[in-house]
């Protein structure tokens, strides 16, 4: 199976670890949206998409790569994100749906959030995606 993962991490570099341990289990390829060639995307039988959670939505750069891709029927997909409290994970499902691939699942891992209001108290989830997150995501992954 030829795996990709199209992923945004910002802040701390929470999403980036979890794309990578996902990525170890599905021996893929980890690129930013800005980096993957949209006619390549057809190559490929898992297609992951992934960010952390930014006002309670996924990244803008992760929902506007999703939303330029031209709608055509394509293979299987999954959503992940890291976030400091529980996502919404259908708006962006929806949206990879909308692009023509079938969501077959999606995860979410918390993570260090030090979103503004946070930050005054020294951001939440502090240590984390830890080794059980990492772990958890492999689990993940194995069920793809």
């Not at 979410?108 to 108290?121: G, K, Q």
């Not at 995606?129 to 492999?138: N, T, W």
Request: hydrophobic share 45%; aromatic share 10%.
């Amino acid at each position: 199976m030829k795996a990709l993962i199209v992923c945004v991490s910002v802040s701390h570099g929470n999403t980036r670890r979890v794309a990578e341990a996902i990525g170890e289990v599905l021996e893929a390829t980890v690129l930013e949206p800005e980096q993957v060639e949209v006619s390549s995307l057809e190559e490929y039988d898992l297609v992951g998409f992934g960010s952390g959670i930014f006002n309670q939505m996924f990244h803008p750069r992760l929902r506007g790569f999703v939303r330029s891709l031209p709608k055509a029927e394509r293979g299987r997909a999954f959503v992940f994100a890291t976030s400091g409290f529980p996502p919404q994970l259908w708006p962006m499902a929806r949206l990879v749906r909308r692009a023509g691939f079938d969501v077959v699942d999606t995860f979410s891992v918390r993570a260090f959030d030090t979103w503004a209001p946070l930050r005054a108290i020294g951001g939440v989830n502090k240590g984390r995606p830890d080794a059980g997150d990492l772990e958890a995501a492999r689990v993940f992954a194995a069920g793809l």
